[in-house]
């Protein structure tokens, strides 16, 4: 038992850690009373495909992965950026999976297993889109009627995943309640599983939620880190000192980490978004970052006890960041745990810091990430001190939807590394 | 018994209402224009800004409370104050119960809740297998805590609800979320029959909408009859023009509401066949 868990004890908090969806003081299952048969059912059904391989749901799941997905994705050495940091740094490729980013690992393995259950129907929130289009591609591949919620101040920012969606076949259902992002969407996808929990499964987009969401989306996701442990020893002889992933709700950051996390010698890096400033605006119930691990506290949202960005009253507050994927109040459980355990490190950036490392990845490696994951660079190279001699950071996702909103905020800042626009002034627009 | 249990003894109407929807004062009067049309229990919502069990009626309700500042302080202030005769229950979401006070945990609200005068809670994120620490800080202050048996509950974790569950069992009349429904859903026969075995108050909730409902509802065993979207329309329709009659038209609709409960109630004290 850690020195936290005494202490809740003393705080007069009483949840049995030892069920099973508890990572020390997080997680659990706060949801309405009509979720809960549905979310015991998918632990049934998680327990006997996903860990027991039951009608060999998790061959045909690695198959898929590796057919359709397009796995392994490459983990491949930055000459430049080792270069620059002074230290050897290895990009796992997660921005070369079908569809654009790592998201397509759990959606493939949940609409499967919808399939498996016999549920008729999928729906799921986005943020970014990416999981949106994630979930809308693997549904259209197994051929399951799916419908996405996502906030409307999300869909100006991301409109290529929108349409991706619509191609894929998909409803997107616009939500427009709060500032219209991701913490709205989940709230109304909750919504629509409670009135059609009987023949629906809600696709959750990250290791969020009730269990066992957390876990079971660690799982799909785990494959970033069993292919990436495998890839560094073979390709450099050795285990990494870090791994540095950025943390929205923390899938890929938890796919990333999960096979070091026995790995002592290895620093675990989950960087949140810092917003434009690390303060919460108590009155205007908005915090202008997304770093519920650097800056939360501890309460329940979506189902689980997690992290989170609240007033004194425990309202939720808006999040901010550049990057609509990093966008979230809370963050997963399980990630919350390990920051708490030490084991993972939280730190953030801020919006400028990644729209920086946005041009230098696509300068430098001829890699255009998406926002979310520019975050991570950004952090190697304001830190690379803190990397180690070797280290692998995840890049979660390209940055094709991104553009739009990179050429406004590029246009509103001066940024150093930026390129020049003049190329558009001088055909006019 | 506690004052819940008892404000069953005969079949009892149960409204809905957002705290500070359009504001504190103004619920004030609608409350107590609630108690002249017939309620004998209150239900006063506590605005928590993720309303995720309910619909766009109440979850505008919720928002329009927050923006109003009703912080868990205001609200227990509010509820201090009121001067009415029914008891009142707290409805609400698990993470504001959680935050109050100093330390982590629902004890420092549940026992503020005791002083100012609630009789239970009702949370609707809240399932049996979260509620430990909840349930033993209301059997500590004397408050009911209120569980909802969903349609889709079944087997031992009913039995285990019901056995958790004081004051009255709160039966979800369908699946979904809240908001008021022109027709009485078939699953509300079912949901009693499930639950009639049992020893607790049933009221059943979500959908309601007119005196008829409510009367074919009690017909259908149950206890009582919980109102909120139809109510909370009202408000939201008619809230906020100056000098509007919203308390007329609240009074009204509870009156209706309360004489359906009543209705039912004798139809059912009446031999078959007649
Ligand atoms: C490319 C990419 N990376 C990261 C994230 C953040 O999510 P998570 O922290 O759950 O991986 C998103 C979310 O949409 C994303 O699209």
């Known amino acids: 038992m850690s020195l936290n868990d005494?202490?809740?004890?003393?705080?007069?908090?009483?949840?049995?850690?030892?069920?099973?969806?508890?990572f020390g003081?997080?997680?659990?299952?706060?949801?309405?009373?009509?979720?809960?048969?549905?979310?015991?059912?998918?632990?049934?059904?998680?327990?006997?495909?996903?860990?027991?391989?039951?009608d060999g749901f998790v061959d045909e799941f690695r198959r898929r992965l590796r057919d359709f997905g397009g796995r392994p994705t490459p983990l491949q050495r930055a000459d430049r950026l080792s270069d620059r940091f002074g230290t050897e740094v290895y990009l796992k490729r997660e921005d070369l999976v079908h569809g654009g980013a790592h998201k397509l690992n759990n959606a493939l393995g949940q609409v499967l297993l919808a399939k498996y259950m016999g549920k008729e129907r999928v729906v799921a929130e986005t943020g970014a889109g990416q999981h949106g289009t994630a979930t809308a591609m693997a549904a259209a591949h197994l051929d399951v009627p799916c419908e996405v919620y996502m906030g409307t101040r999300d869909i100006q920012r991301q409109r290529p995943n929108v349409f991706r969606m619509r191609l894929n076949g998909s409803e997107v259902n616009p939500v427009s309640a709060g500032r219209g992002t991701l913490k709205e969407?989940?709230?109304?996808?909750?919504?629509?599983w409670a009135t059609n929990v009987e023949d629906t499964h809600y696709v959750i987009g990250s290791v969020v939620g009730p269990h066992p969401f957390p876990e079971m989306v660690r799982t799909f996701q785990s494959v970033i880190s069993e292919e990436a442990r495998e890839q560094v020893q073979e390709q450099a002889g050795r285990l990494p000192d870090s791994v540095v992933a950025c943390a929205g709700g923390g899938s890929n950051t938890m796919g990333a980490f999960h096979e070091f996390v026995g790995d002592e010698s290895v620093d675990l890096f989950a960087v949140e978004a810092g917003g434009s400033s690390l303060a919460v605006d108590e009155d205007a119930g908005v915090a202008p970052n997304s770093a519920s691990l650097s800056t939360g506290s501890d309460g329940v949202l979506h189902g689980a006890r997690t992290k989170l960005l609240?007033?004194?009253?425990?309202?939720?507050?808006?999040?901010?960041?550049?990057?609509?994927?990093?966008?979230y109040a809370g963050v997963g459980p399980e990630l919350a745990h390990l920051v708490?355990?030490?084991?993972?490190?939280?730190v953030n950036v801020d919006d400028d810091a990644?729209?920086?490392?946005?041009?230098?990845?696509?300068?430098?490696?001829?890699?255009?990430?998406?926002?979310?994951?520019?975050?991570?660079?950004?952090?190697?190279?304001?830190?690379?001190?803190?990397?180690?001699?070797?280290?692998?950071?995840?890049?979660?996702?390209?940055?094709?939807?991104?553009?739009?909103?990179?050429?406004?905020?590029?246009?509103?800042?001066?940024?150093?590394?930026?390129?020049?626009?003049?190329?558009?002034s001088e055909v006019g627009r | 018994m506690s004052d819940l249990e008892a404000a069953f003894d005969e079949p009892a109407f149960v409204p809905y209402l957002c705290v500070g929807d359009p504001s504190v004062e103004r619920t004030r009067e609608y409350v107590q224009a609630l108690v002249r049309g017939g309620a004998d229990v209150l239900e006063l919502g506590l605005p928590f800004?993720?309303?995720?069990?309910?619909?766009?009626?109440?979850?505008?309700?919720?928002?329009?409370?927050?923006?109003?500042?009703?912080?868990?302080?205001?609200?227990?202030?509010?509820?201090?104050?009121?001067?009415?005769?029914?008891?009142?229950?707290?409805?609400?979401?698990?993470?504001?119960?959680?935050?109050?006070?100093?330390?982590?945990?629902?004890?420092?609200?549940?026992?503020?809740?005791?002083?100012?005068?609630?009789?239970?809670?009702?949370i609707p994120d809240l399932p049996a297998e979260e509620a430990g620490p909840l349930r033993a800080a209301c059997d500590e202050h004397g408050l009911d805590l209120v569980f909802i048996v969903a349609p889709t509950t079944a087997g031992e974790r009913l039995e285990r609800m019901v056995e958790l569950s004081s004051g009255y069992l709160y039966v979800q009349a369908r699946l979904g979320v809240t908001g008021a429904k022109a027709d009485v859903s078939d699953q509300t026969a079912e949901s009693l029959a499930k639950v009639s075995q049992y020893d607790i108050p049933k009221a059943v909730g979500f959908g309601v909408s007119s005196g008829d409902q409510a009367r074919h509802i009690v017909e259908a065993g149950a206890d009582g009859v919980i109102?909120?979207?139809?109510?909370?329309?009202?408000?939201?329709?008619?809230?906020?023009?100056?000098?509007?009659?919203?308390?007329?038209?609240?009074?009204?609709?509870?009156?209706?509401?309360?004489?359906?409960?009543t209705a039912g109630a004798e139809d059912m004290a009446k031999p078959e066949g007649q």
């Open chain 1, 6 to 22: 005494e202490t809740r004890r003393e705080d007069g908090d009483t949840t049995d850690e030892d069920r099973p969806g508890t």
């Open chain 1, 25 to 54: 003081r997080y997680g659990g299952q706060y949801v309405p009373e009509a979720l809960m048969p549905a979310v015991q059912e998918l632990e049934d059904a998680y327990e006997r495909y996903v860990l027991g391989n039951e």
């Open chain 1, 310 to 327: 609240q007033d004194s009253d425990g309202n939720v507050v808006e999040s901010h960041s550049v990057s609509s994927g990093l966008d």
């Open chain 2, 227 to 261: 109102v909120g979207s139809a109510l909370v329309d009202i408000v939201a329709e008619f809230g906020d023009a100056d000098g509007d009659d919203v308390p007329d038209r609240l009074e009204a609709m509870a009156r209706e509401l309360s004489e359906g409960v």
């Open chain 1, 185 to 192: 969407a989940i709230n109304e996808t909750m919504r629509d």
């Open chain 2, 49 to 122: 800004s993720e309303p995720i069990a309910e619909g766009p009626t109440i979850q505008g309700s919720v928002v329009r409370a927050l923006e109003a500042g009703v912080t868990p302080e205001v609200y227990l202030d509010f509820v201090e104050s009121l001067d009415v005769d029914v008891p009142v229950v707290c409805m609400t979401y698990y993470n504001l119960l959680y935050q109050y006070g100093d330390s982590d945990g629902p004890e420092s609200f549940v026992a503020r809740a005791a002083e100012v005068g609630i009789s239970g809670f009702v």
């Open chain 1, 340 to 346: 708490d355990t030490d084991r993972v490190t939280p």
């Open chain 1, 354 to 424: 990644a729209l920086e490392a946005f041009h230098l990845l696509s300068q430098e490696e001829g890699i255009i990430p998406a926002l979310e994951s520019a975050h991570a660079v950004a952090f190697a190279d304001a830190h690379p001190e803190q990397l180690g001699e070797l280290t692998v950071v995840n890049v979660s996702g390209r940055g094709d939807k991104d553009l739009e909103s990179v050429i406004e905020e590029t246009e509103k800042r001066e940024l150093s590394n930026a390129p020049s626009m003049d190329v558009f």
